[in-house]
């Protein structure tokens, strides 16, 4: 995992939220941005239903899901009122920015040159104090992703890192098993 600032979004729209979201804004939460294009199979089949899984399963965790519909083919084919159609169709419930156009006729928007993205989809995850973690391009596999999920969110349970060792975090004793079942540890 890497560790510099996340560069800032830019978009021109928001889909699935009252206000646009900005990185100042999900500070103190972990951010899960799934970068994607409505018209990608890889997205479709695979990156969206993940984003929504993590999105349903992470719900009461300090953990925000955020899409980016980040367009750098097939421009005249996705436009807001498609992409509007597209998220209410696959039943896509959370915050979705539309990045922002390249600059001079670039085919590469903003936010995808900013990350350095190669293509669609790609994961992005950004911890709670900004900074840019972990970038894929490709279809990242759940069981890793849930791990590096819980990490930076018991990191973000931690507080801070300050270049001082933090505590790890307390591990209960283990819970008694049988073939019945497992009873809970006493505290």
């Not at 900004?130 to 990490?151: C, I, M, N, S, W």
């Given at each position: 995992m890497?560790?510099?600032?996340?560069?800032a979004w830019r978009t021109?729209?928001?889909?699935?939220?009252p206000e646009p979201l900005t990185l100042e804004r999900?500070?103190?939460?972990?951010?899960?941005?799934?970068a994607f294009q409505m018209l990608c199979p890889g997205c479709v089949a695979r990156g969206i239903p993940q984003a929504q899984r993590v999105a349903e399963l992470f719900a009461g965790a300090p953990l925000a899901v955020v899409g980016l519909h980040t367009v750098f083919e097939h421009h005249e084919a996705m436009k807001l009122e498609s992409l509007r159609a597209f998220l209410h169709e696959y039943r896509v419930k959370f915050p979705v920015g539309v990045d922002e156009p390249g600059e001079g006729g670039d085919p590469i928007p903003r936010t995808m040159s900013a990350y350095a993205m190669r293509g669609t989809p790609t994961t992005v995850l950004i911890d709670a104090q900004g900074r840019l973690r972990r970038q894929l391009f490709g279809v990242h596999d759940d069981l890793l992703l849930g791990a590096e999920l819980q990490t930076l969110l018991l990191e973000a349970q931690a507080g801070p890192v300050?270049?001082?060792?933090q505590p790890a975090p307390q591990v209960l004793p283990a819970a008694a098993c049988d073939d019945s079942g497992c009873a809970a540890p006493s505290r």
């Amino acid at each position: 995992m890497t560790s510099r600032l996340a560069p800032a979004w830019r978009t021109t729209a928001w889909l699935n939220t009252p206000e646009p979201l900005t990185l100042e804004r999900l500070r103190g939460k972990v951010i899960l941005l799934h970068a994607f294009q409505m018209l990608c199979p890889g997205c479709v089949a695979r990156g969206i239903p993940q984003a929504q899984r993590v999105a349903e399963l992470f719900a009461g965790a300090p953990l925000a899901v955020v899409g980016l519909h980040t367009v750098f083919e097939h421009h005249e084919a996705m436009k807001l009122e498609s992409l509007r159609a597209f998220l209410h169709e696959y039943r896509v419930k959370f915050p979705v920015g539309v990045d922002e156009p390249g600059e001079g006729g670039d085919p590469i928007p903003r936010t995808m040159s900013a990350y350095a993205m190669r293509g669609t989809p790609t994961t992005v995850l950004i911890d709670a104090q900004g900074r840019l973690r972990r970038q894929l391009f490709g279809v990242h596999d759940d069981l890793l992703l849930g791990a590096e999920l819980q990490t930076l969110l018991l990191e973000a349970q931690a507080g801070p890192v300050s270049g001082v060792h933090q505590p790890a975090p307390q591990v209960l004793p283990a819970a008694a098993c049988d073939d019945s079942g497992c009873a809970a540890p006493s505290r």
